[in-house]
């Protein structure tokens, strides 16, 4: 059953601009992970952020997590066409199980 | 290598045929999973296998047979499927499954079409 929601469902942006997306789930989680899948593929991991972490950095990503809200939010600095996917966050629960939320496909114009 | 590989890329099969998903991974990942995902939508998970056992079967209904014959490989076996059941079958590996900073290895995923 899916975790949570995730918003927009939907976001196009140009090349160069930052590009926000936000999770919400509803359980007590170990950590949360952020998934890229390109159109009918594989997914990609790209980043996880721990329980007690707040903030976290990769490249251009960057993740924050806000436990008492219970979200996260993902933001992709200086997008790429390259960029443009499904980003999917995913949390692990207490039996290691990941659960994906909704989505948000990107799509980058250039 | 930090591959993971699905055959068949594409499987088109009738209600009443019995076919074969394969999955293999080599990166020495004691976990092992099966997830369905319909068009644009979520990936769900449908089984795990943990050391070759499985430990987690989400309520899939027979039709589907996992099966782990060794560490590397996972198969999902089907039969008499249904329509619905047409959708993009991912396997994903991870190092234990049972870590809580265990990261998923996806591979590129069946896309299966039941007539």
């Known amino acids: 059953s899916q975790q949570g929601e995730e918003d927009p469902q939907a976001l196009s942006i140009q090349e160069g601009e930052n590009a926000t997306m936000n999770c919400s789930y509803k359980t007590s989680i170990n950590n949360l992970q952020w998934y890229r899948q390109n159109s009918g593929r594989g997914l990609v991991h790209l980043i996880l952020?721990?329980?007690?972490?707040r903030e976290k950095h990769s490249g251009r990503l960057r993740v924050t997590l806000d436990t008492s809200k219970k979200s996260s939010s993902l933001l992709i600095t200086a997008s790429r066409a390259a960029d443009t996917a499904s980003y999917f966050c995913?949390?692990?629960?207490?039996?290691?199980?990941?659960?994906f939320g909704s989505g948000t496909r990107l799509l980058v114009r250039p | 290598d930090t591959e993971v590989t699905q055959t068949p890329k594409h499987l088109v099969m009738g209600m009443t045929n019995k076919k074969s998903l394969k999955c293999e991974q080599h990166m020495g990942h004691r976990a092992m999973y099966w997830y369905k995902q319909k068009a644009k939508k979520p990936p769900e998970l449908m089984f795990v296998?943990?050391?070759?056992?499985?430990?987690i079967n989400e309520s899939v209904p027979s039709r589907f047979s996992p099966e782990c014959p060794n560490s590397s490989l996972l198969n999902l076996h089907l039969h008499a499927l249904q329509p619905e059941d047409s959708a993009l079958y991912l396997c994903?590996?991870?190092?234990?499954?049972?870590?809580?900073?265990?990261?998923?290895?996806f591979g590129p995923g069946t896309r299966l079409t039941v007539l």
């Open positions: 995913a949390t692990m629960d207490s039996s290691y199980k990941l659960i």
């Open positions: 296998y943990s050391y070759e056992k499985l430990s």
């Open positions: 952020i721990r329980s007690n972490e």
């Open positions: 994903a590996s991870s190092q234990d499954g049972g870590m809580s900073t265990d990261t998923q290895y």
